[in-house]
């Protein structure tokens, strides 16, 4: 069935650092691939999309990049801030399934930033 | 910007007991769903549900959910007999249904069976 897979943390950084948190999925379709983020003791937010291969998702500085021939999804952020401290969940929803398009994450990334 | 709301936000109960959790979406979706997270591990689905019907259940899901979508904005999870492993963390989210719309979470009912 599909999946997806994404770096175990923690991952600790320092401010201003360069981040990046791999992710790869498996699908039998052609999946829209998201990025969750959770705050501390708040639900889950979408940060960014892609629908399509070669689509690019932004949002508050971070990108992540639909790679069809290398099934991957994987999000960076150029200089990441205290404030970015959340867990990160990669996540893939097939139109393949029911209509009610499900989503499926990955185990998510605990990110801590150091001031 | 709308938003889906749950309460309780923290729900304690003794095991063998039913519980009811409770979900408004967002107005006009279409599409609803529950999720739930146990401590520290992956987020799960549980259920999906469109037009007064279950769209799509997991193996997680069984004859001690339920859902149900009592008037035309609460959307509930019922647990009939709870068990101590389903002490976890309920999301709610809904969908406008387009295609590849995402999914809108709540902040979540932190369910603790003792």
């Known amino acids: 069935g599909d999946s997806v897979t994404q770096m175990e943390g923690p991952v600790t950084l320092s401010e201003e650092a360069f981040l990046t948190i791999n992710c790869t999925y498996t699908?039998?379709?052609?999946?829209?691939l998201f990025w969750y983020v959770q705050y501390p003791g708040e639900g889950l937010q979408l940060l960014l999309k892609?629908?399509?291969?070669?689509d690019k998702g932004s949002n508050k500085g971070f990108e992540a990049t639909y790679r069809k021939e290398t099934t991957s999804f994987h999000l960076e952020k150029g200089s990441v801030q205290v404030s970015d401290s959340a867990v990160y969940f990669c996540?893939?929803?097939?139109?393949?399934?029911?209509?009610?398009?499900?989503?499926?994450f990955g185990s998510g990334t605990r990110l801590s930033i150091r001031p | 910007e709308p938003e889906v709301t749950q309460t309780p936000s923290h729900q304690v109960t003794q095991m063998g007991q039913e519980v009811i959790l409770r979900c408004v979406p967002i107005?006009?979706?279409?599409?609803f769903y529950w999720y739930r997270q146990i401590l520290g591990q992956k987020v799960e689905f549980l259920v999906s549900f469109y037009n007064n019907e279950i769209s799509e259940k997991s193996e997680i899901f069984d004859d001690q959910f339920s859902v149900e979508r009592p008037d035309g904005s609460n959307f509930t999870l019922k647990i009939r007999s709870t068990k101590l492993e389903d002490s976890a963390m309920y999301f709610c989210?809904?969908?406008?249904?387009?295609?590849?719309?995402?999914?809108?979470f709540g902040n979540g009912t932190r369910l603790t069976v003792t």
């Open positions: 107005s006009n979706h279409l599409y």
């Open positions: 699908a039998t379709g052609y999946p829209s």
């Open positions: 892609a629908t399509k291969a070669d």
């Open positions: 989210a809904s969908s406008g249904g387009q295609f590849n719309s995402p999914l809108h």
């Open positions: 996540a893939l929803s097939d139109p393949g399934y029911s209509s009610a398009s499900k989503i499926i």
